[in-house]
């Protein structure tokens, strides 16, 4: 039995989050374990010196104080933790899943990924946290964090969950997106959905020959597929046929380059799921 991880925080994302585990999980038939991971700055019981040049005995004093309020704040942290995986799994099971359960992990995201994912088919997580800047469209600063860290595809899921009827595969002929398409003629997550494969860039015989090929490999497996490659900048692309094909979900590689790399001329990952108004599934 195969098994989906769903990652939830508390944000405003955790039910659409739930929504998205509950529609894959539905299809394929797999267990669903929910994961809040505490981070170590809300468990820490170190007391922080904030103390100054005040006399040793008040320091004393303060220091001891600040210790039982680290205490309780990270009981608290805890606490929360494991109400926000109640309600999560309430929220799955009152969907019709029956094979759910939870972990409360303290610690790293990346950490965390590596040490649970090895029997999961793939891992949902919510584009954006609780301290993302929605004004300013930052993403979740824990998002690139898992995908970069996973060796399984990451599902990273939209503020809101709609019924994928229609997917499209944003190819690029690299290795992320050929294992993104053997995952979808493989699978059952996609079966029986419409499928709209685009390249965006130049077309030449190999990047034609590239599509054809991966248009083939769908096929053989029954899906239904339009195909083509258009001119332009892919985050730009693919966000207008998401929007006048009536797409709800977009596949795609992700991270192909280095963080220092991203950092000086930008990352197409990110711009493509900054924009996409749709859940977008990830390969690495």
């Not at 922080?48 to 104080?65: C, D, F, K, M, P």
């Not at 970069?148 to 503020?159: F, G, H, M, Q």
């Not at 077309?203 to 020959?209: A, D, G, L, M, Q």
Request: aromatic letters at 4%.
């Amino acid at each position: 039995m195969t098994k989906l991880i769903a990652l939830i925080d508390g944000s405003i994302y955790s039910k659409s989050v739930c929504d998205h585990t509950a529609w894959a999980a539905g299809r394929t038939g797999a267990n669903v374990e929910i994961i809040h991971v505490l981070g170590h700055q809300e468990t820490s019981t170190e007391p922080v010196n904030l103390s100054g040049n005040i006399g040793l005995g008040a320091r004393t004093a303060l220091l001891e104080e600040l210790a039982e309020h680290d205490a309780k704040t990270a009981k608290l942290s805890q606490k929360r933790g494991r109400m926000i995986l109640e309600d999560a799994k309430a929220r799955l099971l009152s969907d019709g899943l029956d094979k759910v359960s939870t972990r409360l992990r303290l610690g790293g995201i990346a950490e965390t990924i590596q040490n649970y994912e090895k029997d999961a088919s793939f891992i949902i997580v919510g584009k954006r946290g609780e301290a993302a800047d929605f004004a300013k469209m930052h993403l979740g600063s824990n998002l690139e964090r898992v995908v970069r860290s996973s060796n399984k595809p990451v599902l990273v899921a939209a503020r809101s969950f709609t019924p994928v009827r229609r997917f499209l595969i944003a190819f690029d002929g690299g290795p992320s997106s050929l294992k993104a398409v053997e995952h979808i003629a493989e699978g059952d997550l996609f079966s029986d959905l419409e499928c709209r494969i685009i390249m965006v860039g130049k077309e030449t015989s190999h990047t034609k020959t590239q599509l054809d090929n991966a248009v083939k490999t769908l096929k053989k497996k029954g899906f239904t597929t339009e195909a083509g490659i258009e001119k332009g900048y892919p985050s730009e692309v693919i966000s207008k046929f998401v929007e006048e094909d009536t797409i709800n979900l977009v596949v795609m590689g992700a991270y192909g380059h280095s963080r220092i790399r991203s950092l000086v001329i930008g990352s197409t990952t990110t711009e493509m799921v900054r924009s996409c108004k749709v859940p977008v599934m990830l390969f690495r």
